[in-house]
């Protein structure tokens, strides 16, 4: 079980050139708005046509401008689930589900539209319309529509954008439980770097059209080789960076001169951590510990960011160096502390990048 | 007195046949146009709606041209021993000629506001096209096709200067209810007109109502078309 992708699309703005495999870990297309990884999605599904390239399924040419092969969708065995489920709003969840096999004997669809319809938990929900449905039982017939057609590959497209938060995390679990039983190529789409973590056991980082960087999950998460890469997992502290020597590197912007795990490579363009990865430093004895002061805070209900400037006291509340992340219970133990407080930036969580 | 009541049946005989002519028609055009893509599309759309606007006698006189007895398509017919001007059909061709716009355009709203992500799903699940048609797309465009039939009917049964023009006034043949009324006016017999006016203003009223009623209902049964 194989999807090959190698596409170019111009658009509007940029231009989409794409490459990558996927097999049935399932793959996460993860990037910001607009970078183009809907537009892949509907390429491999039909529902576009890239200007170059090719894309092969289980040795299946579903696309290659060079032999003016291009299956239409019908044709192409690939299952897609819409953002917004697209179900037939004229259609009960049943003739939703068994439209697309009225070519198979009654009794034989009857027993597959039965069989899609336990394993969704869709029972006593048959002769329902999709308006008479939560969007977390759509999303259940949706699934169960794109699998009865039995697809070797399935393209979820940013699948649960459209629901409530309370639901998002009941829902990605009840996903990943049907996706469990399939065993086809998946790719999943996404912004969420949390869905993204959760759903995906590979990733594939786009930006502006193009492959920034791919790997497993946890390589994506740990070490991001690139830039773009470690902000659309979540790193929010970055500063350009200069080799000093094989353990040191000088982090410019934040002006200050850091030590890492690793060997430092000569190449070295950026340092960054996470927000919640900085801690409070006890003394001055460990490595990475610098004085700092608070500029200004943003809360979250159970979570707070705290700006913070390095060496220096700020006057205005843009010019911060780290955001520093930590829970409501921490911040009330440290902000009546005297100024300046210590901090220490751990060796073993920085990340160096190379462009 | 006395009224001949041919251009009764006349006029119920050329709105009813012309609107099936047109829901085909319209429907057909609509659906062609929604997928098209290319450069043709803002002036073929605006051919197909010309009629609406253009004064009925323009179209009238564009159908002479067309099919009358020195036109190609008139020799032909009269080769064959036919005719299409100042016959039944001519009521036909001008009152489908003048109702097509407002089908098309409606039934053209109606597919444009289907979402196409639906069409989309049907077609990565392997439904063939026609299929899509039929099962998705008519059902889901279905209140606006109701209503531009009913308006190509009422439109049609309302057709007065195309008519008189191509089908001119031949009592128990041509003459509609409509060309009934301006000869009657004109004639004097105020009171015959008056029964004419009353009775196409019945037909019209009740037509409507009915449909709207009928709407309704189906807004009522049917509420998976209208909610999305």
Redesign the interface.
């Known amino acids: 079980m194989e999807l090959y992708v190698d596409i170019k699309k111009k658009l509007p703005g940029f231009t989409l050139d794409v490459n990558f495999k996927a097999s049935t870990d399932v793959l996460g297309l993860l990037g910001a708005s607009g970078a183009g990884k809907s537009m892949t999605l509907r390429c491999i599904?039909?529902?576009e046509k890239p200007d170059k390239g090719r894309i092969v399924l289980n040795e299946r040419i579903l696309f290659d401008s060079e032999q003016g092969i291009n299956l239409?969708?019908?044709?192409?065995?690939?299952?897609?689930l819409?953002?917004?489920y697209?179900?037939?709003?004229?259609?009960t969840v049943e003739d939703n589900i068994g439209?697309?096999l009225?070519t198979i004997p009654r009794e034989q669809r009857r027993a597959i539209i039965r069989q899609k319809i336990v394993m969704n938990k869709l029972e006593g929900l048959e002769k329902r319309?999709?308006?008479q449905l939560s969007g977390g039982q759509q999303q259940r017939v949706?699934l169960a529509?794109?699998l009865a057609?039995e697809?070797e590959a399935l393209l979820l497209d940013e699948p649960f954008s459209a629901l409530d938060e309370h639901l998002r995390s009941h829902i990605i679990k009840e996903l990943l439980d049907s996706l469990s039983d399939y065993h086809g190529v998946t790719v999943f789409v996404t912004h969420n770097i949390e869905e993204a973590y959760r759903i995906s056991r590979k990733l594939v980082v786009l930006a502006d059209g193009k492959v920034e960087a791919e790997g497993t999950k946890e390589e994506m998460f740990m070490k991001p080789p690139t830039l773009a890469a470690a902000q659309l997992t979540g790193y929010k502290n970055f500063s350009a960076a200069n080799y000093t020597s094989s353990h040191e590197l000088n982090a410019v912007d934040w002006g200050v001169s850091l030590r890492v795990a690793g060997e430092v490579d000569q190449e070295v363009r950026q340092v960054g951590i996470r927000a919640h990865f900085i801690k409070l430093a006890s003394g001055t004895d460990t490595d990475n510990v610098f004085q700092c002061w608070p500029v200004s805070t943003s809360e979250a209900p159970f979570r707070i960011t705290v700006y913070l400037s390095l060496t220096k006291m700020a006057l205005n509340p843009d010019d911060y160096h780290l955001q520093w992340e930590m829970s409501q219970e921490r911040w009330m133990e440290l902000k009546d502390r005297q100024l300046p407080w210590l901090i220490c930036l751990n060796p073993e969580k920085l990340i160096t990048i190379l462009k | 007195m006395s009224i001949d009541f041919s251009p009764l049946w006349i006029s119920i005989k050329t709105a009813s046949t012309a609107t099936v002519l047109v829901f085909l028609l319209g429907i057909a055009a609509a659906w062609l146009l929604t997928g098209y893509r290319g450069k043709l599309k803002g002036l073929i759309d605006s051919i197909l709606t010309l009629p609406l606007v253009l004064p009925p006698t323009v179209v009238g006189f564009f159908l002479l041209v067309l099919l009358g007895r020195n036109s190609p398509i008139g020799q032909l017919l009269n080769s064959l021993g036919t005719q299409i001007i100042f016959s039944w059909s001519a009521t036909v061709v001008a009152a489908s000629v003048v109702a097509f716009p407002l089908m098309y355009k409606t039934a053209r709203g109606a597919f444009e506001q289907i979402d196409i992500n639906i069409i989309n799903a049907a077609r990565t699940l392997g439904v063939p096209e026609w299929k899509i048609f039929w099962k998705i797309t008519i059902p889901l465009a279905w209140p606006g096709i109701a209503a531009g039939t009913v308006l190509a009917f009422a439109r049609a049964l309302g057709e007065f200067g195309a008519t008189l023009m191509v089908a001119g006034n031949i009592p128990g043949k041509t003459q509609t209810i409509p060309v009934a009324i301006f000869f009657e006016a004109e004639g004097g017999e105020t009171g015959r007109a008056f029964v004419w006016v009353i009775l196409i203003f019945i037909i019209s009223l009740v037509v409507m109502t009915l449909m709207n009623y009928w709407t309704e209902y189906q807004r009522k049964n049917m509420p998976s078309v209208w909610r999305n």
């Open positions: 599904a039909g529902l239409p969708s019908r044709r192409r065995k690939i299952g897609f819409f953002q917004n697209a179900l037939f709003p004229n259609m439209l697309a009225e319309y999709p308006f949706a529509r794109a057609v697809p």
